[in-house]
């Protein structure tokens, strides 16, 4: 694959370059264009100055087939793309009609007239494609002109991202630029370093001319990206099969194909089980719970938590019993199994899975020091503990955690399976 | 203020490009240097291609007199820019024992060998000052040529960090290039959109000289940067009275100096009453608690939350009587209300928060449709309930709920501070 086209991407805003902002359109569009077979060669963050505008995207335009711009569309003074962009491709700006109706009647819907300045936003370069915004003002655009392309995206995600999806991605795939299916095998991993993975890997990666393996390590997960450099030697077909053979090897450290989070892949599998599940939780704080209710019609089978920030709560809430906290202390494999089970009992869950440590920075002891996490888990075949030790700031060991407990049960889960659906009375297949 | 050095930062890694890994070093870097007074001017993302990094680095060396480089000093096949750079530079790469050492200690300490590759990283530019690396292998690099500046990091941002506070930015300091105080003064707001914000405060900052206002929007929020051109006329002192007039003139919209979360803020307004807080949250599933446990010392006031995501928890772990429930339904000011006054009694905390509603895609119906939120908030002085209602997916409104929320709280804490000073029997100051 690899379109013979040069992509650059051009981010505008002060506010990118003072830290005021996380840019996250290059992670979005990266990947929304890899999936399609498309990759960016080059992305830069030019501030709202006209003559560094005109600089460098002069230079982007000039070096490449494809040029994306975001942000700087907006009614503001310091909004100045269109301007600058519209005197570089030697194309005047002509007011648009369709643009004026869509930012009136947007201001109309919450009962406010339109100020002036938001005229500013109606004018575009002539011959421009207007890519109308739904959910905010500045439209975007598509220009092509010297057998070139020109995009031109708004700032806030919101209104970017499904204008790239409904509008810009469609068009491209008409102009024969992406793919018409997806063009990369993804796969996660978990429990595995990034260079003890790709050693493991090698044996089969390795011997495939033209393949390309990328990895990108993320707490305590790697994802890893199959693609091919020829698209008629190596075809997705032969991609998906080079990905079935990394999945054999790598075993229960295979979590899933795509990218789904491991709490997606724990909630497939207890809805396939029709089971529910439940949570208790101390020093991860909601943040095992979150990741659940994150996912879209979780509440089939996510029946609820507690976070246990005290030992009464603990007591109270999740019937742990008292002399076990006086005997083991709060953070002990003990107490999480306790907990797991009271939330299993209280919440009527078949499955439950409880986190209890110290997160620091302060709490823990020299025995039981902070980054000393207990997971508890409990499922119709049994209870469970395991320790785990991390360092680094309350944060990280908190999605470090989060991270450990999710993976123990997911690796549980698919481990005792079929044990459970016998246990459970319903047939394993 | 505004140094006359033109700063830009070079980004390195096919990752980055293919939406692999979000590239948080712009924000990070961006607003740690504008703390101190320096601005970024110009950020770019380059592929691991050296053609590409050649041309790339010797136009920004050429145009800068600060440049930041990050990622690309592994020791993996694809790591070029060390060598890269230095021949660009012209200067020659010499082999560093020191690194070899530290290399070679932290591959002991996990009971490894050091493999052939990593000797890879112990060549460094002639004249490079070697900023060791707490947190990894590879070392960053302080070049200093040609009065130009040159700064190389690890990409890994638990090893970039680190450094850049702890060796980078004393190293600018000395040679001037970063004032040795901060240099800006910014505060968050909350309840008012970007443009009426910045109408508002038009009254006191447009007379002034010199004077640059920065905003940011980011869920309901917006920061405000006041920054001066000129530091003699506008020194930080100013600034400040500045500020303190923006806070005035912003009433209970003014959250705080600095960008603490709005859980800090609630927190920091608890703890100087000594009460505690407890959250009983449902669609919110998790994250309302998550954001108060993120904060380090929080367990002096936060005794815990019931994530009732079923009519039964309501019931059974929050005491809601089922007739509310029957007659005005799970999501409604009435079961809100009995919530929080439930997780008050249950946890005996002094003040809760709680949340119901429908974060869709799926629930909600014609009369209180997906996006409906009711707030609750029991406080020794009275009990409250709000209805907020929101647009968007699942994520964003389980994030706009939650700052809504926790801003209703700051509110009513900071509205009822006296009262309820006077109602616990504390004096009230």
């Not at 080059?42 to 600089?55: F, G, L, N, S």
């Not at 006086?326 to 439950?352: C, K, L």
Request: charged share 25%; hydrophobic share 40%; aromatic share 6%.
């Amino acid at each position: 694959m690899s379109y013979e086209i040069r992509v650059e991407l051009l981010g505008l805003g002060d506010e990118l370059l003072l830290g005021l902002r996380e840019n996250s359109h290059l992670v979005h569009i990266g990947d929304k264009l890899a999936e399609r077979g498309l990759e960016i060669d080059y992305a830069q963050v030019v501030k709202d100055d006209p003559e560094e505008i005109k600089r460098f995207f002069s230079e982007s335009w000039s070096r490449s087939g494809l040029v994306i711009t975001t942000g700087g569309l907006g009614p503001t003074a310091d909004d100045i793309t269109r301007e600058t962009v519209s005197e570089i491709l030697g194309l005047p700006l002509v007011f648009n009609d369709e643009i004026l109706a869509h930012v009136e009647k947007r201001f109309e819907r919450s009962n406010k007239t339109m100020p002036e300045t938001s005229r500013k936003q109606c004018y575009v370069p002539e011959g421009a494609e207007i890519l109308l915004n739904q959910f905010g003002t500045a439209p975007g655009l598509f220009v092509q002109k010297d057998d070139k392309l020109l995009v031109m995206l708004p700032g806030p995600p919101r209104e970017l991202q499904p204008m790239l999806q409904n509008q810009v991605i469609p068009k491209l795939e008409e102009l024969g630029i992406l793919h018409d299916s997806e063009s990369y095998v993804g796969f996660r991993t978990a429990g595995v370093g990034e260079s003890s993975l790709e050693e493991r890997l090698d044996e089969i990666t390795e011997p495939i001319d033209g393949l390309r393996v990328a990895f990108c390590a993320n707490q305590g997960l790697v994802d890893v990206r199959l693609s091919s450099d020829d698209h008629e030697r190596l075809p997705l077909e032969r991609l998906k099969e080079i990905g079935h053979e990394c999945r054999q090897a790598l075993g229960h450290d295979f979590v899933s194909f795509g990218h789904p989070s491991l709490a997606r892949v724990v909630f497939r599998t207890v809805r396939s089980l029709e089971k529910t599940l439940a949570v208790a939780e101390s020093c991860t704080g909601g943040l095992l719970s979150n990741s659940f209710t994150d996912i879209p019609g979780i509440s089939k089978v996510f029946a609820g938590s507690v976070i246990s920030y005290q030992n009464d709560t603990k007591i109270q809430l999740l019937d742990v019993p008292d002399v076990i906290i006086q005997q083991h202390g709060a953070v002990s494999a003990e107490t999480a199994v306790a907990m797991a089970t009271g939330a299993a009992e209280r919440f009527s869950a078949d499955y439950t899975l409880s986190v209890t440590g110290f997160a620091g920075p302060d709490g823990g002891s020299r025995a039981i020091p902070v980054g000393t996490i207990y997971i508890g888990y409990c499922s119709p075949v049994g209870v469970w503990s395991q320790k785990v030790v991390f360092h680094g700031d309350r944060q990280s060991i908190k999605r470090r955690a989060t991270t450990a407990a999710l993976d123990w049960m997911r690796r549980k889960l698919f481990k005792y399976k079929a044990e459970e659906l016998v246990a459970s009375g319903v047939d394993a297949d």
